[in-house]
C-alpha cells in the first residue's frame, strides 16, 4: 500500500491491523522488501499490485518488476489475478 496515501488516514490504520506493508513510491523500498520476503518464509500469503497501483479505469497497466523479483528471491510461485469487480460506468 502506497505510505504517502494510506498512513494517516483511518483506512490506513484499519489497512495497517491487517499487516499490510506500506511502500514509498517512486524508489525501491529496501524494508517493504525485507517485509514481504519475511511473510513469505513464515509461509504467509501477500497480495501485490504489479503495476504498483490500482486502476482507476479497470484497465490493465503496465506491471513493474517488483511481484516478480519476491517471488524470485523467496523461492515461490505466484499467480497473476485480474479483479473484475471494476466495470465501465459502475463508479
Sequence with gaps: MAADKWRCALPGLLLASTRAIFIKRGKIHRQALRDAMAVLERGGVLGIAPEGTHSKTGAMQEGRAGAAYIAC?????????????HREGSE
Design 73 to 85: 528471491r523467496a523461492g515461490v510461485a505466484f499467480a497473476a489475478r485480474r479483479d473484475y469487480r
